[in-house]
């Protein structure tokens, strides 16, 4: 069984950065593609970033530019290193495996832009 845990988020002032990471614990984890997903108040959860197996990368339109997705095989690590952070970029962050049957999600990590 698959388990992810977020970590990193914090309280920041606009235009500075933090790096989230998302410790994966299971079996396989070189083979999925790795999302980071993030849910404002009263918004729907959305797609951050993504990174395949295989190294390809997608990311949001409002965070080009700006956010960057790795990972870390050997560590079984998949990171979010965020800069330039405004306000809107306030939510919790989420990571997610595309295992199957189902996806697995980490249970969040809080992150605040505010002066």
């Given amino acids: 069984q698959v388990q992810l845990v977020e970590?990193?988020?914090?309280?920041?002032?606009p235009g500075g950065s933090l790096v989230l990471s998302c410790a994966f614990s299971g079996s396989a984890f070189s083979i999925?593609?790795?999302?980071?997903?993030?849910?404002?108040?009263?918004?729907?959860?959305e797609l951050v970033a993504r990174i395949t197996s295989g190294g390809?990368?997608?990311?949001?339109?409002?965070?080009?530019?700006?956010?960057?997705?790795?990972?870390?095989?050997?560590k079984k690590t998949v990171f979010l290193q965020m800069n330039s952070l405004k306000?809107?970029?306030?939510?919790v962050y989420y990571c997610k495996a595309n295992?199957?049957?189902?996806?697995?999600?980490?249970?969040?990590?809080?992150?605040t832009v505010s002066a």
């Fill in 56 to 74: 390809s990368l997608n990311y949001a339109d409002p965070v080009k530019g700006r956010f960057t997705i790795s990972r870390d095989n050997a």
């Fill in 99 to 111: 295992t199957m049957p189902r996806a697995s999600w980490g249970q969040g990590t809080q992150v």
């Fill in 7 to 13: 970590s990193g988020g914090g309280l920041v002032q």
């Fill in 32 to 45: 999925y593609t790795m999302d980071w997903y993030r849910q404002a108040p009263g918004n729907q959860r």
């Fill in 87 to 91: 306000a809107d970029d306030t939510a």
